[in-house]
């Protein structure tokens, strides 16, 4: 029998995910996606328990039409769900200096979201769009919105790994320090390691990598986050798809100043055409690259830049472990599906006591959940990402205590 569902949004920059999660045994009743939105042929797909479904649901469509169809049209195909939704948790990109964990939305929770737009203008923005067509369709549930939030897992660290090396004011008066993003992917990694190694998850010291077409690296020791690659935004750290990652600043001068390139172009050219696209000059999607690996040249070097950088953030949060390292956890579509990333990257760490199971390695992809490493290694665990589960669980916790 169905009864109290949680809908769980994640309103994205140019998608919208939602599902509808049973509490009580975790799983999905129905998930889907609209993708293309904004753009010609804006389609969604949907599974559920009856079927696989996928409409062309017009073209430039924006958020709010886009949750329409998905209210109008594919809950009420499902109509008991609607009757059902006790509470809905959205994905929140940025709390910025104010909210620090997961919280009930009312006004001033969603002026706080406005505020830190200025720290992820692609997300916080659309989330917002979520949140608010949400509670004006839904009055009856208006007091049922969780804000979620990416950043709510990096509140911890301490000040030597979320300040920069700038004047102190630019932190006190702006608020610039490292956020870091990925927050709800790495704690749920956290907590499934937890389990998988049948530990407190208040005991662990281990490295997660979230490997997708954003990537990061987080330091985790006692269950606390000490170190994450991205920054203030989500360019700092790791090759990404398109995103450059780290760069020495001075780039940026260069750029404006010998090159006469505008702020503007270089926001752009760093954002959304670097990193593993504009090393390989062809593509950001790891499925063409891995093909090309041993033939492209571009393509190669691409995807070594990719590893090396892992390797090395991976080496350095080893010193920030106290001595003892639990595991090393890859998640994210990269990180997921690539046995040939991971064997790359792992073939770099035999000094940190890390060597690769190659029959294994070949076989934990799909979805797949398990260890990967000799029995003589270290634990290296594939572990598929859950951030919707894990929003969830969040969004319970704070509606059951009100
Ligand atoms: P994000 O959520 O950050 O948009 P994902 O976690 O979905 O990204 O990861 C997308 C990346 O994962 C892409 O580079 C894609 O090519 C790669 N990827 C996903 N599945 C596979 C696969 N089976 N084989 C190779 N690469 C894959």
């Keep these: 029998m169905l009864k109290n569902l949680i809908l769980v949004l994640n309103c994205g920059s140019s998608s919208l995910k939602f599902s509808v999660i049973n509490p009580k045994n975790e799983k999905k009743y129905l998930f889907g996606t609209v993708e293309r939105l904004f753009l010609s042929d ?21 958020h709010e039409q886009a949750l329409d169809f ?3 049209h594919i809950f009420l195909l499902e109509e008991k769900i609607l009757k059902n939704i006790v509470g809905i948790g959205h994905r929140v990109v940025h709390g910025g200096k104010k909210i620090k964990n997961s919280i009930l939305i009312n006004d001033k929770i969603i002026n706080l979201i406005e505020e830190a737009s200025i720290f992820a203008p692609l997300h916080n923005p659309a989330n917002l769009i979520g949140i608010k067509k949400i509670l004006q369709k839904y009055p009856i549930l208006s007091k049922k919105n969780v ?7 990096y509140q911890n660290m301490p000040k030597v790994s979320f300040l920069y090396a700038i004047p102190y004011d630019f932190f006190k008066k702006y608020g610039i320090r490292r956020y870091g993003a990925h927050g709800i992917s790495h704690c749920y990694i ?6 998988l190694l049948q530990k407190s998850f208040n005991q662990l010291n281990i490295i997660t990598c979230h490997l997708g077409n954003g990537a990061s690296v987080s330091a985790i020791r006692n269950g606390i986050c000490v170190d994450t690659s991205m920054g203030l935004t989500p360019l700092e750290g ?8 780290d760069i020495d600043p001075s780039i940026i001068f260069f750029m404006y100043k010998q090159l006469n390139m505008s702020i503007h172009q270089i926001e752009e050219l760093l954002i959304k055409k670097s990193g593993l696209l504009g090393l390989s000059g062809i593509s950001s999607d790891f499925r063409y690259l891995e093909k090309n690996y041993n033939i492209n040249e571009k393509a190669k070097i691409a995807v070594d830049i990719f590893c090396h950088r892992i390797s090395k953030y991976i080496s350095a949060y080893t010193s920030l472990m106290h001595g003892r390292l639990d595991a090393i956890i ?28 190659s029959e294994k390695n070949l076989l934990i992809c799909n979805g797949k959940t398990g260890n990967i ?3 003589t290694s270290r634990p290296i665990f ?13 969004t319970i916790n704070i509606i059951s205590l009100v």
């Design 42 to 62: 804006t389609y969604v797909t949907w599974e559920s328990k009856k079927n696989k479904y996928k409409k062309n649901i017009g073209s430039n469509i924006s």
């Design 70 to 72: 998905v209210i109008d």
């Design 147 to 153: 804000a979620v939030f990416d950043t709510s897992f």
């Design 190 to 195: 956290l907590h499934k390691t937890a389990f």
């Design 238 to 245: 790791l090759v990404m798809g398109t995103r450059s990652g």
């Design 330 to 357: 890859f998640t994210g579509g990269i990180g997921e599906n690539v046995p040939f990333i991971r064997s790359i990257i792992i073939s770099k760490l035999s000094l940190l006591g890390f060597f690769i199971h």
């Design 373 to 375: 490493n000799i029995k």
């Design 382 to 394: 594939i572990i598929p990402t859950n951030e919707d589960l894990a929003i969830s669980r969040e």
